[in-house]
């Protein structure tokens, strides 16, 4: 053991400190991974008036200095001889709400800003973090740029007039402490649009995408990765109404193209943690899924299995399931009918869905020779189901402007959209990647709630 007879000093906070005749042992964590450091004070260490007085309780964060010994417990190869331990802030053990005994999320919920003390959220946040420094990592190295995307536009990108809208908040200093006071509002009471965002409409984007658009139309593959935001009441367990979304957009590249990046993309950044992130996924596998690892294994391994959306129907049907959902050509597909072919029809393998009907879709997705279906796909993987949405793009400005037409949107307000099929148009595609959905598929925790350090759904938006 190379690391015996060293001096460290650690600085973290006390887990458990256990009181015995001769020794007293103190569990400490730092957050740098997700084991404890056991550290041994005998009575003659400096500091010892401090356990004595009982002032070393679960929560309280320390320095302490000691050497690295071997241990003779059967949890940890090393320990530390503790030679000082200094307090820096005491923890009240009546008050403290991070017990030893496991805690539901739920109520881990009401205390965000203390349980990333704990191991679940411990190891979820620096899965999380290798996640985004791997989705960074992927893209740097195979030549795309990162674009960062407004996150105030005036622009639906899905249509689906799911947003919120950005209001400004005039403090009247002296007339009240309260600057929501002060959201304008005409005679009638309704809110003054007028005063929205210096005088113009404007919400907060539920999608880079558009954005991406126009800098792949000049600095081909380009990447965004930031926050977005749907204004959905969707109470669920892979809802958010504030998410971060990977959207990288290929020029002079097709459904296929998007599709094998999508792809190389996800088997990237599972085997980037498989291989980075061991301690933290082998308490996932035993703690929060079992089996995890081989089924990441299996992602990394394996080819995704590719099916239209019409044989994704016939396939449905077949399968002769009850479903709450109504199956049939033309309705979209609900998480029920997404979780049994990822899960039961193709053993939970991830699978790619192409080919949507129009209707279903969003405006700026190419339409197929076929003119009923549009070159979308959706990338399903089991318990998350839909994890990647994407398309290629419909670069014909005739086409886009009859479908802006078609769904009675306004022209004017994609003029720029337009100019990019005006001006040297190319074929392109892209994808969009609901990161918490990913630390979701990548970790085993079955809420996004608790994918994300400070969730934001119906009803809470505290912290
Ligand atoms: O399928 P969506 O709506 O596609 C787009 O926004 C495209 N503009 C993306 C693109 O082509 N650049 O959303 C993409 C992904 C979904 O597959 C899902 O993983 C995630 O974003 N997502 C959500 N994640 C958490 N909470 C929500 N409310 C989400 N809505 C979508
Ligand atoms: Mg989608």
Redesign the pocket.
């Known amino acids: 053991m190379d690391r015996l007879g060293e001096v460290l000093v650690v600085r973290g906070w006390i887990r458990t400190c256990r009181v015995q005749s001769t020794v007293t042992f103190i569990e400490i964590n730092d957050g740098s991974c997700l084991s404890n450091m056991q550290c041994v004070m005998s009575s003659d260490a400096e500091g010892y008036d401090l356990v004595e007085s009982g002032f070393i309780t679960t929560g309280t964060s320390v320095l302490i200095e000691g050497t690295v010994v071997s241990s003779q417990g059967s949890k940890q190869k090393v320990e530390l001889k503790v030679a000082t331990l200094i307090l820096i802030g005491k923890s009240d053990p009546s008050a403290y709400p991070i017990q030893k005994k496991r805690a539901t999320r739920e109520f881990l919920r009401t205390i965000a800003h203390l349980r990333p003390r704990t191991n679940t959220f411990g190891a979820v946040t620096r899965v999380r973090n290798a996640l985004a420094y791997a989705t960074h990592k992927f893209f740097q190295e195979n030549g795309f740029v990162w674009i960062s995307s407004p996150i105030i536009t005036a622009s639906d ?2 249509g689906a007039g799911e947003q919120f809208c950005v209001t400004t908040l005039i403090s009247n200093a002296g007339e009240s402490d309260c600057p929501l006071n002060s959201i304008p509002t005409t005679m009638e009471g309704n809110v003054d649009w007028s005063q929205d965002f210096f005088g113009k409409p404007a919400f907060l984007t ?2 880079g ?1 558009l954005n991406a658009e126009t800098y792949a139309s000049a600095l081909s593959d380009v990447y965004t990765f930031g926050p977005t935001f ?1 204004a ?1 009441n ?1 109470n669920t367990a ?3 109404a504030e ?1 971060w ?1 990977i ?1 990288p957009e290929l020029a002079f590249a097709d459904l296929n193209d998007d599709m094998a990046c999508a792809t190389a993309y996800l088997q990237y950044v599972v085997k980037y943690i498989l291989e980075n992130c061991k301690e933290d996924m082998d308490f996932f596998n035993t703690w929060i899924e079992k089996g995890i690892i081989n089924r990441l294994k299996d992602v990394v391994e394996k080819d995704f299995i590719q099916l239209t959306y019409s044989d994704a129907v016939k396939l449905l049907l077949k399968s002769k399931r009850k479903f709450e959902f109504p199956v049939k050509w033309g309705l979209d597909l609900q998480s029920e009918h997404e979780r049994y072919i990822t899960e039961i029809a193709f053993g939970g393998r991830p699978v790619i869905i192409r080919d949507y009907p129009k209707e279903i879709k969003a405006f700026y997705m190419r339409q197929n020779d076929d003119g009923k279906t549009v070159a979308a796909m959706d990338l399903l993987v089991p318990r998350v189901g ?6 290629q793009r419909e670069e014909r400005l005739d086409y886009l402007e009859s479908r802006l037409d078609e769904l009675k949107l306004s022209k004017d307000s994609y003029w720029w959209y337009l100019d990019l099929r005006r001006f040297g148009s190319v074929p392109h595609a ?5 990161f ?2 990913l630390v979701q598929f990548a970790t085993g925790i079955e809420n ?1 709630r608790d994918a994300i350090p400070f969730p934001r759904s119906p009803g809470s938006a505290d912290f």
Do not use: D, T
């Open positions: 990108c899905e539920v999608s995408q749907r959905e969707s892979r809802h958010l998410f979304m959207e839909e994890l990647i949405g994407g398309s892209g994808f969009g990647l609901g918490e959905r996004i």
